[in-house]
Structures are given as C-alpha cells and as structure tokens.
C-alpha cells in the first residue's frame, strides 16, 4: 500500500521561503513520478510541480517558475518542494501525490495522494 506523508508547512510573511517534503513508501520510489498540487480555500487543486523517477525531468506550472523547485532523494524515498517568495497567493494545502511515469499536471493522473500539509503566507 502506498502511502505519503506530507511536512514543512507553516506561517511565513510574503518574499519568504519554505521547503515542504514528502516521505513515500510501499513502493519502489524511484521508478515513479511525484508531484506537487495545492488547494486554495474554495478554489480546485491544481497542479504545482512534477519530477521524474529518476529525477532528470521536472515540470512546473506557470505560478511556480522561477520560484519553486522541485527535487527528490531516492535514498530516502523523498520529494520535496523548495518555495521561494512566496506571495499570499501561494496560501494553500500543499498535497503530494504520485502515480506512473507520465509527468501529469491534471489531478486525475494520480492515484495516491498524501494528507496535505498547510502553507499560509501573510502580507
């Protein structure tokens, strides 16, 4: 059974930085994509970031280029999420998912998703 497990959130003022990580396991790690997606109060999850298994490929949404970075350590069955200048409009819960090799952006691409860890930037 697959299961990720979601940390780093927090409060932090606009133009900080926060790196969230994501700690799978019940599967071989590094033969899957993982991804990032978040929810903003009333709005739809939407895609955040994707990294390949082996970690050479990333994708990243519009929102998040060129201030996020995605990244994950095989070893230890981790993905994690870099976030820098952060604006009040990255306030959302930030959820880790993963499925196959596809690097998918749409939410239905992924099977498994963890519980989501809250990150609140404050003006």
């Known amino acids: 059974q697959v299961q990720l497990e979601e940390s780093g959130g927090g409060l932090v003022q606009a133009g900080g930085s926060l790196r969230l990580s994501c700690v799978a396991s019940g599967r071989t790690f590094s033969s899957y994509v993982m991804a990032w997606f978040r929810q903003a109060p009333g709005k739809e999850r939407e895609f955040v970031a994707a990294i390949s298994g082996s970690g050479g490929t990333k994708r990243y949404a519009d929102s998040a280029k060129g201030r996020f970075t995605i990244s994950r350590d095989n070893a230890e069955n981790t993905v994690y999420l870099q976030m820098n200048s952060l604006k009040p409009e990255d306030t959302a819960v930030y959820y880790c998912?993963?499925?196959?090799?596809?690097?998918?952006?749409?939410?239905?691409?992924?099977?498994?998703w963890g519980q989501g860890t809250q990150v609140t930037v404050s003006s």
């Open positions: 998912a993963t499925n196959g090799d596809m690097l998918g952006t749409t939410l239905y691409e992924y099977a498994y």
